[in-house]
């Protein structure tokens, strides 16, 4: 891809249909779907959902993570309450990616909210908020694009995962690594100060502690609330008392300046 | 995960019908209600919390919680290692898919030696 265009961010062509310059900035997001959305159909396959189910809920759930959380939910058969209760927390934290967004759609209709947030999603986000952000001709429109191309790979990456669930025996232990690695990759994103891993090591064991008292998944609830308040306690008391203080100071990673679209929060 | 499900198709579709409304209060709320007036700081200092909170907490429980009887387990080696390669490839290369799919190799790698 390099090869054909050498520059492509400093040398625009001004006749490029907008079809193709917004699939051409979604297109790093759309392949890395694939695997992805191939483990998930796999699992959700697995799950007892059939090829057509697998393609809706691609579509209306849109999320990697409550995915293929149904999946494992569904396999340890995990009342629906639990279920639906467990996604919501999940999901929660679309309120932040989406307030984040909301200084750049100002004076947008209800209808193309209503659009947006439908196919709103952690890695399709990460590319509107840095395209919002350094370029300022992007719209809400050309961001709305983008999703569109993204939910499309990741439905259909999805729907083929399914079919090869069904024509093939796979060891389901392993592909369910994909959510554990997808999740690492997540926090690995988050990272952005040395409090935050200190907050991962106490949510990390409050989870466990709380997931061996409660018998359950409400346990994972209990302690993300708990761990996302001390967060945001300790960060205000810091800021606080300690303003200069060494945890709060910035951690930068060595990729991060070279595959900038392809994070997962560019907060 | 040998256990198999025993829901039905239309019980699958009122799942997903229900995960929709619940994925979709929060990325269409914020975004309606802050596209009109200011974000309260408190809530924005706080949510930012929650995602690294939760996912932590879902690793945990994959790696570290057995899912039946909730109780602690310490012997799942080959996923711990392949968790701590697919953290230094997450850091130094910050691609999804290559995450995902050196963890997919390492798990399956590891599993053959390990038991």
């Known amino acids: ?267 | 995960m040998n256990a198999v499900n025993t829901w039905n198709s239309t019980q699958h579709f009122w799942l997903i019908i229900l995960g929709f409304i619940v994925a979709f209060i929060p990325r269409f709320f914020p975004l309606m209600l802050f596209t009109k007036r200011a974000i309260p700081e408190w809530f924005n200092e706080w949510m930012k919390f929650v995602p690294v909170s939760l996912f932590t907490a879902l690793v945990v429980k994959d790696i570290f919680i057995d899912s039946a009887s909730y109780a602690l387990l310490l012997d799942k080696y080959s996923e711990m290692l392949a968790a701590v390669v697919v953290i230094i490839v997450a850091y130094r290369t910050r691609s999804m898919a290559i995450s995902v799919v050196v963890g997919l190799i390492g798990v399956f790698v590891l599993s053959m030696f390990m038991a």
């Open chain 1, 1 to 267: 891809m390099n090869k054909r265009r050498p520059n492509p961010k400093q040398v625009p062509d001004p006749n490029e249909p907008l079809w193709r310059s917004t699939l051409r900035v979604a297109m790093p997001l759309n392949l890395s779907y694939i695997p992805i959305g191939l483990a998930c159909g796999i699992l959700l396959h697995a799950a007892g959902f059939n090829t057509l189910l697998t393609g809706l809920v691609s579509l209306l759930i849109f999320s990697g993570g409550a995915q293929f959380l149904i999946a494992t939910m569904l396999t340890i058969n995990s009342p629906l309450l639990s279920i639906v209760l467990m996604l919501f927390f999940l999901e929660l934290r679309y309120a932040l990616l989406s307030s984040s967004l909301s200084p750049y759609l100002k004076g947008s209709s209800n209808r193309f909210l209503f659009m947006f947030a439908v196919s709103l999603n952690d890695e399709n986000y990460a590319i509107n908020y840095l395209k919002f952000a350094t370029d300022k001709k992007w719209t809400g429109k050309e961001a709305l694009m983008v999703e569109h191309y993204s939910l499309l790979f990741w439905a259909a990456s999805n729907v083929v995962g399914s079919l090869i669930g069904s024509a093939l025996k796979i060891d389901l232990s392993i592909v369910n690594f994909a959510l554990t690695a997808l999740f690492l990759y997540m926090i690995v994103m988050q990272i952005k100060n040395r409090l935050t891993i200190v907050i991962c090591l106490i949510s990390g064991v409050l989870a466990a502690v709380c997931m061996m008292l409660t018998k359950s998944t409400l346990g994972l609830v209990i302690s993300t609330i708990i761990a996302s308040l001390i967060g945001f306690g300790l960060e205000a008391t810091l800021r606080k008392r300690l303003p200069d203080s060494h945890w709060l100071w910035r951690l930068r990673s060595p990729g991060s300046k070279k595959k900038a679209v392809e994070h997962s929060d560019a907060n």
